[in-house]
């Protein structure tokens, strides 16, 4: 049984509390599913109950009681997180030695855990070679290693492809029956009907209703919509495609010359000529690993590869001559953050239009507002949530003058109103001819949103017509 009695917790920069007497009661084996707006506490909740809060992440909090399960697992929102050593094999061991498994068995159990969540890679691979979502299947080969009795999931899949998601979930439900799991997820298609309970926090990290899956889309759709929760229905509010044509000239217009986009000395993907014209919207999808993250970077200058890359007719060879153009948003936001607080993140991109500070001022508030970033705009950037921090980077980068803003998995760990916030931003600026280029997983917004849709296939970047291929 996990259990918080009057739970109190405050973060030292801000001024109200995150939890104020929340009480919660989790019985064994029970599977919930923990519901809410970004920013309301559910991450910090699950490193409460999962003794992250206080042991490792000195935080004030007081309570009444607080019972939890030493002998669990955790998967974060971001997997770097949760890696001490610098290669797959050693990680994995390592899980594997903290329980005392003999030497000569950890190959097998190692291999089998890789095979369950698809990660295919050697005993010399290094985590950092992995792309985003090759190492969140890492972080969940390494929690199933770990048997633990209860699992705390963040956001699991996030970074995963479409197929993946499906697979480790079904991998995760086929495993969890003698287990607790608490789950904070966006995606929730793949679980809602799997879970037992469903706790729905508002705003101010208050529970405000608990229940069955089907009790709470009954009863508290309207709340659930409110919060800009993902459920079965969400999609139904969201943006309306515009109809919109990309600008043919020989302005803003990037183009590929039989380039061979490469990691290390291995080649990833072959373009032997591709051009992106002004007002595009274009996403890119593959399987884990194929290289779409590598292709951004190489568009940036930041990653050497073979061939040319040419923009309004000007080849690109250094980092500084794509930044006079292009602007490209990290999967992980920390990446890009330069100041101390949210507010002086985006004010310094309007500053740097060498607009005045009165206009820049209202630019900044008005972005701030647009997503939801205003009551947390004097807080340093890395003490906010990962949604938080995720349309940040977005703010940061539509801030700037930019003609091709370039995204690598803009929406992940975004609630739907901030998602439909995002899509109406980007529907904006691509009338206005501004071009966006996305990397995402995420089957709505490539099937109803962009111009072109690219897909990564066997080192080939292919154009799709039919969703259904994707």
């Not at 974060?76 to 797959?88: E, L, R, T």
């Not at 479409?162 to 029956?177: G, H, P």
């Not at 139904?236 to 109809?243: D, H, R, V």
């Not at 991109?349 to 970033?373: C, I, Y």
């Amino acid at each position: 049984m996990i259990i918080a009695k009057n739970l109190r917790l405050k973060y030292p920069s801000v001024d109200h509390k995150t939890f104020d007497n929340l009480n919660l009661e989790i019985p064994d084996k029970q599977k919930v599913l923990l519901v809410g707006p970004s920013g309301s506490g559910k991450s910090t909740l699950l490193n409460v109950l999962s003794g992250i809060v206080p042991e490792l992440i000195d935080l004030p909090m007081k309570y009444d009681k607080l019972q939890i399960d030493k002998h669990c697992g955790m998967i974060f929102q971001d997997p770097d997180a949760q890696f001490c050593m610098p290669k797959v094999y050693e990680e994995l061991a390592f899980v594997l030695e903290n329980r005392q498994v003999p030497r000569d068995e950890m190959d097998r159990h190692i291999e089998e855990a890789l095979s369950a969540v698809g990660l295919d890679v050697d005993k010399e691979q290094y985590i950092n070679h992995l792309s985003g979502g090759m190492k969140q299947k890492l972080a969940i080969a390494e929690t199933l290693l770990q048997q633990a009795d209860t699992l705390f999931l963040d956001e699991p899949t996030a970074m995963l492809d479409i197929e993946s998601t499906a697979d480790l979930w079904n991998k995760i439900k086929d495993l969890w029956s003698n287990q607790t799991v608490i789950i904070v997820e966006h995606k929730v298609e793949h679980i809602w009907q799997h879970v037992d309970r469903v706790i729905l926090i508002n705003y101010d990290g208050a529970i405000v209703a608990d229940d069955t899956p089907i009790n709470i889309l009954n009863n508290y759709e309207h709340l659930l919509s409110e919060y800009g929760v993902w459920h079965p229905k969400a999609w139904n509010a969201a943006p309306q495609p515009i109809k919109y044509q990309p600008q043919i000239t020989d302005d803003d217009k990037f183009e590929f010359k039989d380039t061979h986009i490469k990691r290390s000395k291995h080649e990833l993907i072959h373009i032997p000529y591709r051009e992106i014209d002004s007002g595009e919207w274009i996403t890119i999808t593959g399987r884990n690993g194929s290289g779409k993250t590598t292709l951004l970077e190489s568009m940036m200058q930041l990653i050497k590869y073979d061939g040319k890359m040419y923009f309004n007719q000007k080849k690109l060879s250094k980092i500084k001559e794509a930044a006079q153009h292009m602007y490209l948003v990290y999967q992980n936001p920390e990446l890009q953050f330069m100041t101390n607080s949210v507010y002086e993140e985006i004010n310094i991109q309007f500053k740097n239009h060498k607009t005045d500070e009165k206009k820049a001022d209202a630019l900044t508030l008005s972005m701030l507002q647009t997503l939801d970033l205003e009551r947390v705009k004097s807080q340093h950037p890395f003490e906010l949530s990962v949604g938080q921090k995720r349309r940040l980077s977005v703010a940061i980068a539509l801030s700037s003058n930019s003609k091709f803003i370039i995204l690598d998995e803009p929406t992940f760990g975004l609630d739907s109103h901030n998602t439909f916030n995002l899509i109406n931003l980007f529907n904006e600026r691509i009338t206005k001819g501004q071009t966006i280029i996305m990397v995402t997983h995420d089957p709505e917004i490539i099937s109803r949103y962009p111009t072109l849709r690219l897909h990564v296939n066997q080192q080939q970047l292919v154009e799709v017509e039919e969703v259904a291929h994707v």
